[in-house]
């Protein structure tokens, strides 16, 4: 017989998930609250963010077939805008998620892209 603390499905850090799950969920509710959610366009040369208002952002552009290729861009819009070359990404599947901070207040929106 053999004993085990360890439960398969159980992971060993499911506090620290929850808190972030939370985090997420409430800056996510937040944006649709404050009316603060950026569009996206997919042009043939760049993908096109575009916020209502300036803001603070962190954008992580996750390919979900290869992590090798993920990339994360930081920056302040002054235009209200991000652009990223179409040469940056590669064609395929895209996870979007971008973190932004208006006045003190933290947003955050995930979108799944296919990029042509």
């Not at 993920?70 to 819009?77: E, F």
């Not at 998620?97 to 929106?109: F, G, M, N, P």
């Amino acid at each position: 017989m053999v004993l085990s603390n360890e439960d398969a499905l159980i992971d060993q850090d499911y506090y620290e998930r929850g808190l972030k799950y939370d985090k997420e969920y409430n800056e996510n509710k937040q944006a649709l609250q404050d009316s603060i959610i950026p569009e996206v366009n997919i042009k043939q040369s760049a993908l096109s963010i575009s916020f209502p208002v300036p803001v603070k952002y962190k954008l992580i552009c996750k390919k979900l077939s290869d992590a090798n290729k993920d990339r994360v861009y930081t920056a302040n819009t002054e235009s209200r805008n991000i652009q990223v070359d179409a040469g940056e990404l590669e064609k395929g599947t895209w996870l979007l998620t971008i973190e932004y901070h208006v006045q003190q207040k933290a947003y955050l929106v995930k979108r799944q892209i296919a990029l042509p």
